[in-house]
């Protein structure tokens, strides 16, 4: 049962930072990748942020040059970075996890989310 708990979520004026966290928690074998999506009003779930387990992280390019992810392998935990917020930021922003576990049968190639936070930008 892994399990991914989020913090940082929160209220914001433009232009201001927010630092968001999240660690992956049960029996892992192995994360293979770990990063954030996000899903505003009236719109699809779409990736922000992924990083992989070799350290090359993917920005969606609404966010290049102001987010940053980073990742504590030790920790299992991935952190977001968010600098020069807008008001188009404003959703909730899920964590997510690609991760193999023990199975009965063997290794089980599983993807995880949290359960959100949201981060509400105002003008």
């Known amino acids: 049962q892994v399990q991914l708990v989020e913090s940082g979520g929160g209220l914001v004026q433009a232009g201001g930072s927010l630092r968001l966290s999240c660690v992956a928690s049960?029996?892992?074998?192995?994360?293979?990748?770990m990063g954030w999506y996000r899903q505003a009003p009236g719109r699809q779930r779409e990736s922000v942020a992924v990083?992989?387990?070799?350290?090359?992280?993917n920005y969606v390019d609404s966010v290049k040059g102001r987010f940053t992810l980073s990742r504590d392998n030790a920790k299992n935990a991935v952190y977001l970075q968010m600098d020069s917020l807008k008001a188009e930021d404003t959703a909730v922003y899920y964590c997510?996890?690609?991760?193999?576990?023990?199975?009965?049968?063997?290794?089980?190639?599983?993807?995880?989310w949290g359960q959100g936070t949201l981060v509400t930008v105002s003008s």
């Open positions: 049960g029996t892992i074998t192995k994360i293979n990748a």
């Open positions: 990083i992989s387990s070799g350290g090359l992280g």
């Open positions: 997510y996890a690609q991760v193999v576990r023990p199975g009965v049968l063997g290794d089980l190639n599983v993807v995880v």
